[in-house]
């Protein structure tokens, strides 16, 4: 198993599994209006099923919000 960290919550995937992997886990995926950085590098969407996830790579998820 891979331990990783999504917001700062610690989850374990089996080992190879992709970014889009771990967000799936989550039911994020499919959100619109996000980002996803991995290790503090943002990661284009097309680019989440070819991104393999390490031990300890920390997942950050940022929403936007509308604001006025």
């Known amino acids: 198993m891979l331990n990783i960290f ?4 610690s989850h374990a995937l089996p ?11 989550n039911e994020i995926q499919s959100q619109r209006g996000i980002a996803v950085a991995v290790n503090n590098a943002v990661i284009p969407k097309a ?4 991104k393999i996830l390490n031990e ?3 997942i950050t998820i940022i929403k936007a919000t509308q604001g006025g």
């Open 6 to 9: 999504v917001n700062s919550q």
């Open 15 to 25: 080992k190879g599994s992709s970014l889009f992997n771990a967000l799936e886990q």
């Open 47 to 50: 680019e989440w099923p070819s």
């Open 56 to 58: 300890n790579d920390k």
